[in-house]
T-cell receptor, first 111, second 115 residues
Framework: DAKTTQPPSMDCAEGRAANLPCNHSTISGNEYVYWYRQIHSQGPQYIIHGLKNNETNEMASLIITEDRKSSTLILPHATLRDTAVYYCIPHSSGNTGKLIFGQGTTLQVKP | DAGITQSPRHKVTETGTPVTLRCHQTENHRYMYWYRQDPGHGLRLIHYSYGVKDTDKGEVSDGYSVSRSKTEDFLLTLESATSSQTSVYFC??????????????FGSGTRLTVV
């Protein structure tokens, strides 16, 4: 499994874009980059995933560098409800579906 | 979360007693997982199942056993509870082993205290 590096914590002003970086320099060719978040005391929630191309859905955008060694999750207009721990997880189907969580980034959205 | 239910939500038990946690799904998903979450350790995989009667160990399986006799239920048993097993336990389900647009769906968790 690829190792990931994420900053332990970040702050963001409400209404502004939150950009959460993740380094996954050992990612293998068949591993997607998945992002999950965990709001306090709740189970983790899937946000978005991608392989090579940038992706966007109703929750967020995912920017993956051309060499795939890093990615950035973008929450375009952060709200107080986006305060959570965000996890970046390289993952491939050959792993029998095992998601391995790291320590993640605690994002604090401030009014 | 819709489609996945954990029971009980909270439990206090004594050291040395057996405890069983239940995860029930109504999504007919093939894959089911048990994680524990502790401060400073994040989420760690205990056991997982890739079909009825098909289970395997995760990172921290010692002291735990699982059973899956039907698609909808995945049981986690602490054979003889210890204080180190005080934790929040999360169940997760996946149709495709984590791939695809929805990844895993997690339950709301069971908070277990062993005294």
């Amino acid at each position: 499994d690829a190792k990931t590096t994420q900053p332990p914590s970040m702050d963001c002003a409400e209404g502004r874009a939150a950009n959460l970086p993740c380094n996954h320099s050992t990612i293998s060719g068949n591993e997607y980059v998945y992002w999950y978040r965990q709001i306090h005391s709740q189970g983790p929630q899937y946000i978005i995933h991608g392989l090579k191309n940038n992706e966007t859905n109703e929750m967020a955008s995912l920017i993956i560098t051309e060499d795939r060694k890093s990615s950035t999750l973008i929450l375009p207009h952060a709200t107080l409800r986006d305060t959570a721990v965000y996890y970046c997880i390289p993952h491939s189907s050959g792993n029998t579906g095992k998601l391995i969580f790291g320590q993640g980034t605690t994002l604090q959205v401030k009014p | 979360d819709a489609g996945i239910t954990q029971s009980p939500r909270h439990k206090v038990t004594e050291t040395g007693t057996p405890v069983t946690l239940r995860c029930h799904q109504t999504e007919n998903h093939r894959y089911m997982y048990w994680y524990r979450q502790d401060p400073g350790h994040g989420l760690r995989l205990i056991h997982y199942s890739y079909g009825v009667k098909d289970t395997d160990k995760g990172e921290v399986s010692d002291g735990y056993s699982v059973s899956r006799s039907k698609t909808e239920d995945f049981l986690l048993t602490l054979e003889s509870a210890t204080s180190s097993q005080t934790s929040v336990y999360f169940c997760a389900i996946s149709e495709t082993g984590g791939q695809g647009n929805y990844g895993y769906t997690f339950g709301s968790g069971t908070r277990l205290t062993v005294v």
